[in-house]
């Protein structure tokens, strides 16, 4: 979800300071007539600024190059199942878009009969927290086509109340599921928002991809 609310916190350290006197070098007890007047102080000639290094350069992020065509395509190449090529190669460029790694599943025996799954775990440096999950699911169907469900779980830094005002105001329409929120939008789709430990959320976003009849 590209806006998500992030919980900033300021930490203020107070430092308490006291102070010392000490006598002056040649100061002398009252009424000593020994005393002598204290030596005058040097004076030091100022010492000259030096040159502050220049600040390093910080080097922009390396941009992240993904697989082409993305993992779970060339799994699915791989095992011949041929009918979810192409709906599996829309889910996953629409929900694989970070630095990710994937662990799939699928049936030995026949795979190209049965569903095949695949979870990928992304991560992005830039986010707060960086990671999120991805579970990309199709099964070939009987008229020669596939189905597909894209399922994302993101858990976000802010509250799911100020995450919603974020939506709303971004157009989306909100309606209640028990503790949670449906988040919608312009075009229908749904966002779950949930509450997690303390004042976070996490975003759950589930849809469904249907192949066209094979011809």
């Known amino acids: 979800m590209d806006g998500s609310v992030r919980a900033l916190f300021l930490v203020v350290a107070i430092l308490g300071f006291g102070s010392v006197t000490c006598p002056a070098q040649g100061q002398t007890a009252p009424g000593d007539t020994a005393a002598q007047a204290a030596p005058a102080k040097t004076v030091?000639?100022?010492?000259?600024?030096?040159?502050?290094?220049?600040?390093?350069?910080?080097?922009?992020?390396?941009?992240?190059?993904?697989?082409?065509?993305?993992?779970?395509?060339?799994?699915?190449?791989?095992?011949?199942?041929?009918?979810?090529?192409?709906?599996?190669?829309?889910?996953?460029?629409?929900?694989?878009?970070?630095?990710y790694d994937v662990q799939s599943g699928w049936n030995r025996d026949a795979p190209a009969q049965h569903v095949f799954q695949s979870v990928a775990v992304l991560n992005s440096p830039q986010s707060t927290p960086q990671d999120g999950l991805t579970a990309l699911v199709a099964t070939p169907t009987p008229n020669g086509s596939c189905d597909g469900v894209a399922l994302q779980v993101f858990p976000l830094a802010g509250d799911c109340a100020s995450v919603q005002k974020l939506m709303e105001a971004g157009g989306s329409t909100t309606r209640p599921l028990i503790n949670a929120r449906i988040m919608f939008d312009a075009s229908g789709k749904r966002l779950f928002l949930v509450p997690g430990f303390g004042k976070t959320c996490i975003a759950v976003a589930v849809d469904s991809t249907f192949g066209a009849p094979k011809q």
């Open 44 to 99: 030091r000639p100022a010492k000259k600024p030096k040159n502050k290094p220049a600040a390093a350069e910080v080097a922009p992020p390396v941009p992240v190059v993904l697989p082409d065509p993305p993992t779970p395509v060339q799994q699915i190449q791989q095992l011949g199942i041929t009918q979810c090529v192409d709906v599996m190669n829309k889910m996953s460029r629409e929900t694989l878009n970070r630095n």
